[in-house]
């Protein structure tokens, strides 16, 4: 069905720079065509839980970052989240470690639950609600940098990105852990 009325996608690959904001879908031969407000831009399609965008200019599904829907054209399906986080769109707070999924450096949030985001193709995310530190931003993000800035947490720095979204996936979850629970939640990173 046509479910993404009221989206607004922003393409952010610099030869591109189009913004897209599609009102409503509706069905029409199995393909949804939304309004839009440019003329030259209006046929999305949805594949099961990814929508795509075809204009006269290219073809995009969406990801959801903060809140907001960039639209992200197919040809980068297949790059890891981190580097589409980074390298095209800009949020540069999950940073590149080990680039091997052990260092938990490029930690992310997908729906609330923490990822290694230079483990995960961007393709794979679907709808998923990505979360990265630029974009941590409620009372327990505050709490957070608060402890982190008062019992000096920070080594050589480059991973606190990461410690401070796993740290934060667990409260959110268990706002009191045991000692044991700590371990295991942060052990990744
Ligand atoms: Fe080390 Fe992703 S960069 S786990």
Redo the contacts with the bound molecule.
Sequence with gaps: GCRVGGIRAHIASRPIGLEIVAHAGREIDGVCRFDTERADIFVGESHGDVVFFRTQHVLAFVLHVNGKAVAVPPEWAEESL?HVLRERIGLVGAK???????????TVHVDGQPV????TPVGTVGKGKVTTLEGLNDPLAERLRKAWLEIDVMQCGYCQAGQLMSAHALLKSNARPSAEEIDAAMEGN
């Design positions: 981190l590149y470690g080990c680039g091997a999924g052990l260092c938990g450096a490029c290694r985001s230079c483990q």
